[in-house]
């Protein structure tokens, strides 16, 4: 397994699976069976997803040391704020059967993010998270955060696939060294990208899939990447990267794919806002997941 460098020093996988929208525990727990079984050693989780309990069944049912895997977990907009973020903090780690993250992220930079990242600064200083980071901060708000507070995030986990490129942010991100974490690698299924011609023909060339030149496109340009799939066949395809490279044409080619924006999450529009603020959640159980 590829790893890549944090600006604090500690090593993370460069190509993990993810667990959103997993909401059957069973189903969860046997997807990260066959992705741990498969190779992979980073696991993203959130608290809101309300699969952290069968994320921890499957780390202990793999047999696998937990320090061989990396895990990572968010706390979401209800719990912001220093006092509830160290509560939602120690349910996390009940949920998933541990002592210590790997990497422990704000979820939505929203509510009392600062309160949060206060509160994960002390738990990072004492030892019980690896490393801290942040999802959805766009340049603004991610620099703000970094010259009013001690710790730069090492992690900022963002919608990124071809069609958005986050390339603006990159260069921000790059300047204090954070590692950009794809969300939504293949945009969801969205224009088509499974079909896309020019995906196509570039697998072509090195019998892969779209999907895994995707994922090897991100390899490239050092980004970190969470894929999912409940599909044992998909989760080995999508591990199945490190047999070939893209050409330097190739990797202009996808460049020029991007279109400067999001396709999935605005995190600027005041709708979204709205939504993600009356998203309702219990950690063991998710209700009512939109209004």
Request: charged letters at 25%.
């Amino acid at each position: 397994m590829e790893t890549i460098c944090l600006n604090n020093d500690v090593s993370m996988p460069q190509l993990g699976f993810g667990v959103f929208q997993i909401t059957d525990e069973e189903v969860c727990r046997q997807s990260v069976l066959n992705a741990l079984k498969t190779g992979y050693r980073l696991i993203d989780t959130a608290a809101c997803y309300g699969n952290e309990r069968a994320v921890g069944a499957a780390v202990r049912d793999s047999g696998i040391a937990r320090e061989e895997i990396f895990l990572t977990s968010k706390v979401w907009i209800q719990d912001a704020g220093y006092e509830k973020t160290k509560k939602s903090f120690e349910k996390t780690l009940e949920n998933l059967g541990t002592d210590y993250l790997d990497l422990y992220l704000i979820h939505m930079p929203y509510g009392d993010y600062y309160g949060s990242w206060k509160a994960m600064e002390e738990l990072y200083k004492e030892g019980k998270i690896r490393a801290i980071g942040v999802c959805n901060f766009e340049a603004d708000r991610l620099t703000d955060l970094i010259l009013n507070n001690e710790v730069t995030p090492a992690v900022n986990q963002m919608e990124m696939h071809p069609f958005c490129q986050q390339k603006n942010l990159r260069d921000v991100m790059e300047q204090y060294q954070i590692k950009m974490m794809a969300w939504a690698p293949f945009a969801e299924g969205m224009n088509g990208i499974f079909t896309n011609e020019l995906l196509k023909s570039i697998g072509e060339t090195y019998g892969k899939s779209p999907a895994q030149v995707i994922l090897r496109w991100m390899r490239q340009n050092g980004i970190i990447a969470i894929p999912k799939s409940v599909h044992e066949e998909r989760i080995r395809e999508n591990y199945a990267i490190d047999d070939f490279a893209l050409s330097p044409e190739d990797m202009i080619q996808i460049s020029q794919m991007d279109t400067g924006r999001s396709h999935i999450l605005e995190i600027r529009s005041l709708a979204e806002v709205y939504r993600l603020f009356h998203i309702r959640f219990e950690q063991q159980n998710i209700t009512d997941i939109l209004i």
